[in-house]
T-cell receptor
């Protein structure tokens, strides 16, 4: 079993729709959680950190469920520019906070 | 602006011909990482330097070496590139595992 698992997609979503991804992680000792966005042939960029209480940044909402060991990302009112791959990332204290990466979920927003 | 710079952006090398990728940072971060990312896959950590301490991942092939002559620079040496080494190589930095910052990557083609 992979340490961080994501549905690879692609998710084909009409512009303006709401879309949600989940990501599961296997290490219950994981402490920090992130969503990164990666455009084609570019480096990953931090989209948002995920806090225990959940957090929102504009159209993006991230949630953490420690009991079930998953995190989610919700995108409301999706834009064409949201088309990208979204990578779920987890880190664990005691490992120099090294990042464990999911393989990403590809999102395609269609006009 | 402080940043992580990778050169070159694109590198073409011949099968078996040694190649070096470079990374420099102006962030004064103490940790530097090299990742390999192939299409539709998660970034794969090859190794990292925590200050001057080199940490190799167990499954990183011997073909890959790294040097960090000072805080600002880190090099990835591929001694005998094979076709399977064609990938995006990402350099990243952090402060003791926090504040991850990626360079824009070097896309390596092996011919």
């Amino acid at each position: 079993r992979k340490e961080v698992e994501q549905d690879p997609g692609p998710f084909n979503v009409p512009e303006g729709a709401t879309v949600a991804f989940n990501c599961t992680y296997s290490n219950s000792a994981s402490q920090s959680f992130f969503w990164y966005r990666q455009d084609c042939r570019k480096e990953p960029k931090l989209l948002m950190s995920v806090y225990s209480s959940g957090n929102e940044d504009g159209r993006f909402t991230a949630q953490l469920n420690r009991a079930s060991q998953y995190i989610s990302l919700l995108i409301r009112d999706s834009k064409l520019s949201d088309s990208a791959t979204y990578l779920c990332v987890v880190s664990t204290a005691g490992s120099n906070y090294q990042l464990i990466w999911g393989a990403g979920t590809k999102l395609i927003i269609k006009p | 602006d402080a940043m992580v710079i990778q050169n070159p952006r694109y590198q073409v090398t011949q099968f078996g011909k040694p190649v070096t990728l470079s990374c420099s940072q102006t962030l004064n971060h103490n940790v530097m990482y090299w990742y390999q990312q192939k299409s539709s896959q998660a970034p794969k950590l090859l190794f990292h330097y925590y200050d001057k301490d080199f940490n190799n991942e167990a499954d990183t092939p011997d073909n890959f070496q790294s040097r960090r002559p000072n805080t600002s620079f880190c090099f990835l040496d591929i001694r005998s590139p094979g076709l399977g080494d064609a990938a995006m190589y990402l350099c990243a930095t952090s402060i003791r595992g926090l504040g991850y910052t990626f360079g824009s990557g070097t896309r390596l083609t092996v011919v």
